[in-house]
Structure formats: structure tokens, C-alpha cells
């Protein structure tokens, strides 16, 4: 192509036999591109589409495996908690439990204790009361034959010892007295 501007006439193209050739090599090389280069353009680029949209289709595969195993996770959390809470429910429960069975043997063993004691201290009065009761005897025998001045038979003297007993016992002593 020759533009001729030295003539006065701008943009005018001359068309000779390279016009021609450039024209014949355009088209041939068009029609190469056409058949042999453009479809493995056309191939790779293809290709390139099916690889994003498979990439695509693993992330989105991949996001909701994650999305189910963070639910899983979610639920084992949960049951997690649950089964935790059910222990602390358990052994507040039992301590509960363990505390009031304590509580019962603390008392049960108070009142055997409490019951032992006073049996011993009413064995320790009777003892007492038996101690002052022969002591008593004795004093009323020594003092009875010191007042008669005569020794007392067996029998006589079971009887003065009961009814001098009794008297002590009612703490009324002065009904021996008076009828004397």
C-alpha cells in the first residue's frame, strides 16, 4: 500500500499485484487459523471452563461436607453438654442422697447412743437406789435394835426393812413416826 501525498490526494490506495498478495496471504492464513489453530483454542479454552466449573462444583462439595460436619460437630457438642449436665445432675443427686443417708445414721446412731445412756443411767439409779436401799436397811436394823434392844427374827426384820423403804421412797417419813 502506497498512499500518494505528494500529488495532492489524500488517501488514495493504488492497487497493484502486492494488494493482492497481502490479500491472498490474509485470507490464507485466515482460513489455517480457521481450520487448525482455532479449535484448539476453542478446545483449551473449553477445557479450562470445565476445570473452574468442576473446581466449583468440588468447593461447593467441599462447603457443605464442612457445613455437615460443623452440624455434626454441633450435635456431639450438644449431646456433649447434655450428657455432662445428666452427670452433674446425677451426682448432686447422689451427694443429695449421701448427705441425707448420713444425716439418718447421724441420728439413728444419736438415739442409740441417747437410749444406751439412759439405760445406763437408769441402771446406774437403780444400782444406786438398791445401794441406798440396803444401806437404808441396814441403818433401820442397827437403829431399830438399838430403840427395842432386842434382836429382830427374819421375818420381822424383812417387813420393818420394806415398810421403812416405802416410807423413804414416797419421801413421806414422817407416817413411821407419827404412829409410834
Same mark, same amino acid.
Not at 5 to 15: D, H, K, L, R
Not at 131 to 140: D, K, L, N, W
Given at each position: 500500500?502506497?498512499?500518494?501525498?505528494?500529488?495532492?490526494?489524500?488517501?488514495?490506495?493504488?492497487?497493484?499485484?502486492?494488494?493482492?498478495?497481502?490479500?491472498?496471504?490474509?485470507?490464507?492464513?485466515?482460513?489455517?487459523?480457521?481450520?487448525?489453530?482455532?479449535?484448539?483454542?476453542?478446545?483449551?479454552?473449553?477445557?479450562?471452563?470445565?476445570?473452574?466449573?468442576?473446581?466449583?462444583?468440588?468447593?461447593?462439595?467441599?462447603?457443605?461436607?464442612?457445613?455437615?460436619?460443623?452440624?455434626?460437630?454441633?450435635?456431639?457438642?450438644?449431646?456433649?453438654?447434655?450428657?455432662?449436665?445428666?452427670?452433674?445432675?446425677?451426682?448432686?443427686?447422689? *451427694?443429695?442422697?449421701?448427705?441425707?443417708?448420713?444425716?439418718?445414721? *447421724?441420728?439413728?446412731?444419736?438415739?442409740?447412743?441417747?437410749?444406751?445412756?439412759?439405760?445406763?443411767?437408769?441402771?446406774?439409779?437403780?444400782?444406786?437406789?438398791? *445401794?441406798?436401799?440396803?444401806?437404808? *436397811?441396814?441403818?433401820?436394823?442397827?437403829?431399830?435394835?438399838?430403840?427395842?434392844?432386842?434382836?429382830?427374827?427374819?421375818?420381822?426384820?424383812?417387813?420393818?426393812?420394806?415398810?421403812?423403804?416405802?416410807?423413804?421412797?414416797?419421801?413421806?417419813?414422817?407416817?413411821?413416826?407419827?404412829?409410834?
Amino acid at each position: 500500500m502506497i498512499l500518494l501525498a505528494t500529488e495532492g490526494t489524500a488517501g488514495v490506495i493504488e492497487i497493484n499485484g502486492t494488494v493482492i498478495v497481502e490479500l491472498l496471504t490474509f485470507l490464507l492464513m485466515l482460513a489455517i487459523l480457521a481450520r487448525w489453530v482455532y479449535p484448539e483454542i476453542v478446545k483449551v479454552a473449553e477445557g479450562r471452563q470445565r476445570a473452574i466449573a468442576q473446581q466449583l462444583h468440588d468447593t461447593e462439595q467441599a462447603r457443605a461436607d464442612a457445613e455437615a460436619r460443623l452440624q455434626e460437630a454441633q450435635a456431639r457438642l450438644d449431646d456433649a453438654r447434655k450428657t455432662a449436665q445428666q452427670v452433674v445432675d446425677a451426682a448432686s443427686k447422689s *451427694a443429695e442422697q449421701l448427705r441425707q443417708d448420713l444425716r439418718q445414721k *447421724a441420728d439413728e446412731e444419736s438415739k442409740r447412743i441417747t437410749e444406751a445412756a439412759r439405760k445406763e443411767i437408769e441402771a446406774e439409779r437403780e444400782k444406786a437406789v438398791q *445401794a441406798v436401799r440396803s444401806e437404808v *436397811a441396814g441403818m433401820v436394823v442397827t437403829a431399830t435394835e438399838k430403840v427395842i434392844g432386842e434382836a429382830l427374827d427374819d421375818r420381822k426384820h424383812r417387813q420393818l426393812i420394806e415398810r421403812a423403804i416405802e416410807e423413804v421412797a414416797s419421801g413421806d417419813g414422817s407416817r413411821g413416826r407419827s404412829g409410834s
